[in-house]
């Protein structure tokens, strides 16, 4: 069983649509959590960063983490054919030194038609 | 302010044959981290380097090795090249010290073994 499990799709929504993207983790020592979008050919490019349990906002897009249930979502709302990508959930482990491993889903490739 | 570079852009390279991957971290970031990514999946962690050290390896062979410099720039070499090297290599760098998870990736080097 992979520590991060993560749908990987295809998803394809019309524009304006509200986009729910999810993972879930198996690694209870996992406390840091990122969202990564990554258009075709390119590198992964950071969306949103968390710690904490509960929701952090930036713009359209929506971070939710629930440690409890091992479970983080993504939300976009208002979606544009511009978000059609590959997203990618990142964690990583509380480290006192340098140590900064990310262990990354599959990603769930998303595709907004306009 | 430049972001996170890396050369070449493209590689083609023959099983057996030796490659080394180049990285130039985003301005102020002193550790840089290397991951591979394969077609269709989530980057993986190969090493990471800071303060011209080897920190984390991840679960790769020996043939994967890497260096520092002291500019904070680093390299990953790739002995003895197999077809199932053939992959996305990106770099990724990140803040100095302990409060910062978040990291920064390049455009990526793509390889292709032959």
């Known amino acids: 069983q992979k520590e991060v499990e993560q749908d990987p799709g295809p998803l394809s929504v019309p524009e304006g649509a509200i986009v729910s993207l999810n993972c879930t983790y198996s690694n209870s020592a996992f406390q840091y959590f990122m969202w990564y979008r990554q258009y075709s050919r390119k590198g992964p490019e950071l969306l949103m960063y968390t710690y904490s349990s509960g929701n952090k906002e930036d713009g359209r897009f929506t971070a939710q983490v629930d440690k409890s249930s091992k479970y983080i979502s993504l939300f976009i709302r208002d979606s544009q054919p511009s978000d059609s990508a590959t997203y990618l959930c990142a964690m990583s482990v509380r480290s006192s030194g340098s140590a900064r491993q990310l262990t990354f889903g599959s990603g769930t490739q998303l595709t907004v038609l306009p | 302010d430049a972001g996170v570079t890396q050369s070449p852009t493209h590689l083609i390279k023959t099983r057996g044959q030796q490659v080394t991957l180049r990285c130039s971290p985003k301005s102020g970031h002193d550790t840089v981290s290397w991951y591979q990514q394969a077609l269709g999946q989530g980057p993986q962690f190969i090493f990471q380097y800071y303060e011209e050290e080897e920190r984390q390896r991840g679960n790769f062979p020996d043939r994967f090795s890497g260096h520092q410099f002291p500019n904070y720039s680093s390299e990953l070499n790739v002995n003895a090249l197999l077809l199932g090297d053939s992959a996305l290599y990106l770099c990724?760098?990140?803040?100095?010290?302990?409060?910062?998870?978040?990291?920064?990736f390049g455009p990526g080097t793509r390889l292709t073994v032959t």
């Open positions: 990724a760098s990140s803040l100095p010290g302990p409060i910062s998870y978040e990291q920064y």
